[in-house]
């Protein structure tokens, strides 16, 4: 499941207290993951049924740079880092692997603006968290291989997803 609110239809109730704060980066991963302990299914439709606006001021059409990327996963990151830890407490294994790869992919398309020197830290956290997506039975294996490409080389992997 696709960790974003846009393509989901959910009763208003699901929401309650939960906001999306200003701001943030990636504030749908940790939104989209409140949600869907609430609720008891979710439908996801394939086709469109609203427009989807973008403006000149949305953050996610800011141009990168190593800075904006770093930012970038570091807001990620800290929104996600908690509901695994949870989730892996719980022994969710799905929604463990849900959070985990949004994380790890987040991390593979920030991965190229980032030198070397700063991407080590990004490298071990994705080794961390790939393990989730692994271990996961639900997840298919086609998914699974492309997070080990990814913990060799995060370009290939890049790559790979631009074929498929």
């Not at 939104?31 to 394939?46: F, P, S, W, Y």
């Not at 403006?55 to 509901?83: G, M, P, V």
């Not at 593979?108 to 956290?125: D, Q, V």
């Not at 490409?149 to 790559?159: A, D």
Request: proline residues 2%.
């Amino acid at each position: 499941m696709y960790s974003v609110v846009w393509n989901k239809f959910l009763p208003r109730e699901a929401y309650g207290e939960i906001q999306f704060p200003a701001g943030r980066v990636f504030e749908d991963s940790s939104v989209m993951l409140q949600l869907t302990k609430k609720c008891n299914r979710i439908l996801i439709l394939e086709e469109p049924l609203y427009y989807y606006r973008r403006h000149k001021a949305s953050i996610t059409l800011q141009t990168r740079d190593e800075a904006k990327s770093i930012k970038y996963l570091n807001d990620n990151y800290l929104w996600l880092k908690e509901d695994i830890e949870q989730y892996r407490e719980e022994n969710n294994a799905v929604l463990a692997a849900l959070a985990s790869r949004r994380l790890c992919n987040t991390i593979i398309e920030y991965s190229g603006e980032i030198h070397k020197e700063n991407l080590a830290k990004w490298k071990k956290l994705y080794n961390v968290y790939k393990k989730d997506i692994l271990r996961c039975k639900e997840v298919p294996l086609q998914s699974k291989l492309k997070y080990v490409v990814g913990g060799i080389s995060f370009s290939l992997c890049r790559r790979i997803q631009k074929m498929i």
